[in-house]
T-cell receptor, first 113, second 111 residues
Framework: KAGVTQTPRYLIKTRGQQVTLSCSPI?????VSWYQQTPGQGLQFLFE???????NKGNFPGRFSGRQFSNSRSEMNVSTLELGDSALYLC????????????FGPGTRLTVT | GESVGLHLPTLSVQEGDNSIINCAYS??????FIWYKQESGKGPQFIID?????DKRQGQRVTVLLNKTVKHLSLQIAATQPGDSAVYFC??????????FGPGTRLSVLP
């Protein structure tokens, strides 16, 4: 069974631009969560989708948004990029909707210049 | 590889020794806890989990201990191997939502 895939793996953007990252969960997994990882803040929860609905949202500004499609694939969007948005963005999928093992993708490294 | 954390606490152990990695969690109501391993350039990888109604769980070469009184988790790795070198994170959650991760500990296995 294929793991969680994320595209692109690396991305360089300029301040003020917007970016869309994509995540394909493991087949059959309906829950997709997004995280931001930085050396200073560690791993921080962005949001979680289950069956195309955002169930939970972390403490990030409204510039960060996401969605999930009927095939469980998910995208996250960051608008008006800031230098501080440079990070590794990780997607994780899980089978259960109440706890359970999360499987992480390799992440997308976003650099904002 | 990706820089996970520049100033993480580091635990150095000799190959073959046992490792103990500690984590303090924040929410006394959390009901599910997970340990992850993250190698350079990769996403976190599930190691072992434990629910709040347990205080110990064993896997292959790994044991997780949960002390709810002091909100403390530990991960014990038996007979540590070079391949165990990585950053280890604990995570807590309530009802499987809003996972909160610890800052991580870098494990370095010395030959």
């Amino acid at each position: 069974k294929a793991g969680v895939t994320q595209t692109p793996r690396y991305l360089i953007k300029t301040r003020g631009q917007q970016v869309t990252l994509s995540c394909s969960p493991i087949s059959g997994h309906r829950s997709v969560s997004w995280y931001q990882q930085t050396p200073g803040q560690g791993l921080q929860f962005l949001f979680e989708y289950f069956s195309e609905t955002q169930r939970n949202k972390g403490n990030f500004p409204g510039r960060f948004s996401g969605r999930q499609f009927s095939n469980s694939r998910s995208e996250m969007n960051v608008s008006t990029l800031e230098l501080g948005d440079s990070a590794l963005y990780l997607c994780a999928s899980s089978l259960e909707d109440t706890g359970g093992e999360q499987y992480f993708g390799p992440g997308t490294r976003l650099t904002v210049t | 590889g990706e820089s996970v954390g520049l100033h993480l606490p580091t635990l150095s152990v000799q190959e073959g020794d046992n490792s103990i990695i500690n984590c303090a969690y924040s929410n006394s109501a959390s009901d599910y806890f997970i340990w992850y391993k993250q190698e350079s350039g990769k996403g976190p990888q599930f190691i072992i989990d434990i629910r709040s109604n347990m205080d110990k769980r064993q896997g292959q070469r790994v044991t997780v201990l949960l002390n709810k009184t002091v909100k403390h988790l530990s991960l014990q790795i038996a007979a540590t191997q070079p391949g165990d070198s990585a950053v280890y994170f604990c995570a807590e959650t309530l009802y499987g939502q809003n996972f909160v991760f610890g800052p991580g500990t870098r494990l370095s296995v010395l030959p």
